[in-house]
C-alpha cells in the first residue's frame, strides 16, 4: 500500500537513497501504555528510549538532519500531572544527552519557542546547542513547544519589522525570505515524514517546510517503533515519484 504500511523491511537499507532530512510525529505513547494499563508518563518513558536509538540509528546510516516532535504548542493543555512528568523526563534526557551525542557527532538544535519552560531547562538547551554546534555530524531538530503556526506568525512579525524599520525592501520578500526567518533557516526541507500510531494528520508539525515532503503513516505506536519500520518507512519513500509539482 502506498500511503500506510507496517510491514516489516526485508530490504537492506544502504541500497537505499536515504533521505536527507527526515521528520517523525513521535505519536502512541499514551496509547502504548493505556494498552499496558501503565500511568502515561511510562508511554513518553519508553519513547525517549526509543527516541535515542532511532536518532542514533538515522546518524548511522546517513541521514543528515532529523526532526523530532517532542513537545508541542498546544501540549501545555495536557493535565499537570503528564506536563510535569514530561518535563522532567526532558531533563533527564538533556543531562544524558550532553554525554550521549557526543561519539556520534551530532549536533542538536532545539526548534520552538524556549521562553515557557524553567531556566534550568531553557539552560540546559542552550548548553547542548552551544556544546554541540561544532560538531560535523546529523543535525538533530528536536521540536520542544514548537508550533508551526507559531513559528510563522514569528517570521511575519520580524519581516514586517524589518521593512518597517527599513532594512528589508518588501518587493524583495520571496519563499526563500520566509524559510530563513523560520527556526529551520538554512536547512533543506523534509523528505520524508513519519507519523507512527496510524494517525492521519499533520497536527501543526513544519506546515511550510512540508509543502513536498513524502508521508508515511505507520500503524505501530511510537514506543514500540523499530529500526525496521524506520527502513520500511524509508523503502516506501524510495517507491514515490516525487514531482515537486512537476510532471
Ligand atoms: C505524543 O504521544 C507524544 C508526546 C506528546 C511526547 C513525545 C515525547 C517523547 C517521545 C519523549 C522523548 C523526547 C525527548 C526529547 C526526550 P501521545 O501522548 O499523544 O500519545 P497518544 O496519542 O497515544 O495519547
Known sequence: MAFFSNKKSDTDIHKLNIPKHIGIIMDGN?????????????????????????????????????TVYAFSTENWKRPDEEVNSLMRLFKEYLNEALRDFKDDSIVVRFIGDKAPFSKELQELMIKNEEESKSRDGMVLNIAMNYGSRDELVRAVKNISQNVKD??????????????????????????????????????????????????????????????????????????????????
Open 30 to 66: 499514551g496509547r502504548w501504555a493505556k494498552k499496558r494499563h501503565l500511568p502515561r508518563s511510562s508511554g513518553h518513558t519508553q519513547g525517549a528510549k526509543v527516541f535515542r536509538k532511532i536518532a542514533r540509528y538515522c546518524s548511522d546510516i546517513g541521514v543528515e538532519y532529523l
Open 166 to 247: 527599513g532594512s528589508m525592501d518588501i518587493d524583495k520578500i520571496d519563499e526563500a525570505t520566509v524559510s530563513n526567518f523560520l527556526y529551520t533557516a538554512n536547512q533543506p526541507d523534509p523528505d520524508l515524514i513519519i507519523r507512527p500510531s496510524g494517525e492521519y494528520r499533520i497536527s501543526n508539525f513544519l506546515l511550510w517546510q512540508s509543502a513536498y515532503s513524502e508521508f508515511v503513516i505507520m500503524n505501530t505506536l511510537w514506543p514500540d517503533f523499530t529500526t525496521d519500520d524506520l527502513d520500511e518507512a524509508i523503502r516506501i519513500f524510495n517507491n514515490r515519484n516525487r514531482r515537486f509539482g512537476g510532471v
